[in-house]
């Protein structure tokens, strides 16, 4: 099993900037890709940004030109840096990861959720 330890929401007004952390521990052979996903009331869970083990990068256009996912492989950790934040930023967000626990079996793993929200 893996467990994710997320961190870094709250409050911020609007124009201000959050930093989320997400930290993999566990059973890893190898990490697949890394990313965070939002889901605010009412509406399903949506692709925030992903960054895959090679340095692939994935941003939803909603947060393209304001967040920046990183990782740092050496902690197993991704990072979202989000700037210029909107109320519609407002949601809960989740780290998902997907890795491998031996040569060949894979897992899909979600952390608890780390609420932001953005006031106008």
């Known amino acids: 099993q893996v467990q994710l330890a997320e961190s870094g929401g709250g409050l911020v007004q609007a124009g201000g900037s959050l930093r989320l952390s997400c930290e993999a521990s566990?059973?890893?052979?190898?990490?697949?890709?890394m990313g965070w996903y939002r889901q605010a009331p009412g509406e399903q869970r949506k692709l925030v940004a992903t960054?895959?083990?090679?340095?692939?990068?994935d941003y939803s256009d909603s947060v393209k030109g304001r967040f920046t996912i990183s990782r740092d492989n050496t902690k197993n950790t991704a990072y979202l840096q989000m700037n210029t934040l909107k109320p519609e930023d407002t949601a809960v967000y989740y780290c998902n990861v997907a890795s491998y626990s031996d040569w060949r079996n894979w897992g899909n793993y979600w952390g608890q959720g780390t609420q932001v929200t953005v006031s106008s």
């Open positions: 566990g059973s890893i052979y190898r990490i697949i890709s």
């Open positions: 960054v895959t083990s090679g340095g692939g990068i």
